[in-house]
T-cell receptor
Framework: GAVVSQHPSRVICKSGTSVKIECRSL??????MFWYRQFPKQSLMLMAT?????????EQGVEKDKFLINHASLTLSTLTVTSAHPEDSSFYIC????????????FGPGTRLTVT | DAKTTQPPSMDCAEGRAANLPCNHS???????VYWYRQIHSQGPQYIIH???NNETNEMASLIITEDRKSSTLILPHATLRDTAVYYC????????????FGQGTTLQVKP
């Protein structure tokens, strides 16, 4: 149990376009999901906390108008990178908490975004 | 959440026990110690967590000192597939508890 998927696994887009990344909890319902970003050779940086049916809470320094998060159902959260630029190229990872297993977070496999 | 300190890298021989230390001297009484690992280009994987008692599961053992200011993650028989970055995180267990990742320890298991 506690499987989280992400789609797509890799995406290449042109500068100025928008990209949507999906995060799904496959075998449980997740009221809370988290989005992280990881640059090469660096640690994960929490971007935002996504709660089903309400607005996401963004970490300091993360532009909420650039990184749009929607958590419309208990199994799906989406991250849209709007007007992407090369500096947005990164590894984006989501996680979700399965209430059955307590407070541990289970992570998706990540999405590699390259903006050209 | 309390800050943690881990060595940046460690080596371990395949088949031997890997002991990964973590210092968390400012940990509060209601904060748990969590361990995750990240294999290259994958999402992090939950390993184990504990409050003050030692814990063991199918993956590893967690030894927490009596004063809770440090802990050790033990992989009893390391394999090449255990090569990864290991993160020690302390936080309050709550419904919306955030995980703040430090730099972790890169464990290299060598044949």
């Amino acid at each position: 149990g506690a499987v989280v998927s992400q789609h797509p696994s890799r995406v290449i887009c042109k500068s100025g376009t928008s990209v949507k990344i999906e995060c799904r909890s496959l075998d449980f319902q997740a009221t809370t999901m988290f989005w992280y970003r990881q640059f090469p050779k660096q640690s994960l940086m929490l971007m935002a906390t996504s709660n089903e049916g309400s607005k996401a809470t963004y970490e300091q320094g993360v532009e909420k108008d650039k990184f749009l998060i929607n958590h419309a159902s208990l199994t799906l959260s989406t991250l849209t990178v709007t007007s992407a630029h090369p500096e947005d190229s990164s590894f984006y990872i989501c996680s979700a908490r399965d209430p059955q297993y307590g407070y541990e977070q289970y992570f998706g496999p990540g999405t590699r975004l390259t903006v050209t | 959440d309390a800050k943690t300190t881990q060595p940046p890298s460690m080596d371990c021989a395949e088949g031997r026990a890997a002991n990964l230390p973590c210092n968390h001297s400012t940990i509060s009484g209601n904060e748990y110690v969590y361990w995750y690992r990240q294999i290259h280009s994958q999402g992090p994987q939950y390993i184990i967590h504990g409050l003050k008692n030692n814990e063991t599961n199918e993956m590893a053992s967690l030894i927490i000192t009596e004063d809770r200011k440090s802990s050790t993650l033990i992989l009893p028989h390391a394999t090449l597939r255990d090569t990864a970055v290991y993160y020690c995180i302390v936080r309050v267990a709550s419904n919306t508890g955030k995980l703040i990742f430090g730099q972790g320890t890169t464990l290299q298991v060598k044949p």
